[in-house]
């Protein structure tokens, strides 16, 4: 089995947030969840795969690994949380002539402030079209332990995508959303259905 380590780089505000979507980052991936402070953006490092693990069984893609999100600059205030968390995760994923069946299981046994456990389980569909387009839609399910520490409740959350390769590069078009209300969103309307347009390119 081969390993490999890789990471990535954006740019957040102090949120609460939890990304859902696949270790690949060029995929489609459902909304954060998030309640955010009013902070200049902090630097935030998500993921480091560290030694991913993957292999084939009876056709079936696996992908094992661990993952583990910094926030760089950050200083936990007196009688705060910390922001940093780590989880373990393992994906599959299984094709059916045009069509692979995905899913997704993530383990973090202290969540993002220290929120205790917390279970992440998706599902979903790729499906391959004409013109090199692929068609794909994922539903997921975040279970906090601590659901008053982290600032949401238990939610789902799904998306429904189309993208396409140009040029080295995955240009994606997708509509997200989740079963957080507005009040418990914090009254804010972060946690609402949007579409949103990304461009990605793996290293």
């Known amino acids: 089995m081969g390993s ?3 990471c990535g780089f954006k740019l957040v505000k102090n949120c609460r947030n939890r990304r859902s979507g696949w270790l ?3 995929r489609p991936s459902a909304p954060k969840a998030r309640t955010c402070a009013s902070t200049p953006p902090l630097p935030e490092f998500p993921p480091w795969h560290v030694s991913p693990q993957r292999f084939e069984l009876a056709g079936i893609k696996l992908d094992a690994g661990f993952i583990y999100y910094a926030y760089p600059g950050y200083s936990k ?3 705060g949380f910390d922001l940093d ?3 373990f995760a393992l994906k599959a994923a299984y094709t059916i002539g045009p069509a692979t069946l995905l899913g997704a299981v993530y383990y973090s046994p202290d969540f993002q402030l220290q929120s205790g456990a917390a279970f992440y389980s998706e599902g979903g569909v790729a499906l391959a079209l004409p013109f090199s387009f692929v068609l794909s839609g994922r539903v ?5 332990d601590r659901n008053a520490r982290f600032g949401l409740p238990d939610f789902w959350n799904w998306s429904v995508g189309l993208s396409r390769e140009v040029l080295g590069f995955t ?3 997708a509509y997200v959303d989740t079963d957080v ?7 804010q309307n972060i946690c609402e259905a949007r579409a949103f347009a990304s461009v990605s390119r793996k290293f």
Not at 140 to 144: C, E, L, R
């Open 4 to 6: 490999a380590t890789t």
């Open 181 to 187: 209300s507005k009040r418990e969103c914090g009254g």
């Open 77 to 79: 205030p007196t009688g």
């Open 24 to 26: 690949s980052r060029g």
């Open 85 to 87: 968390y780590y989880e």
């Open 171 to 173: 240009v994606t078009v």
């Open 140 to 144: 997921g399910y975040q279970a906090i």
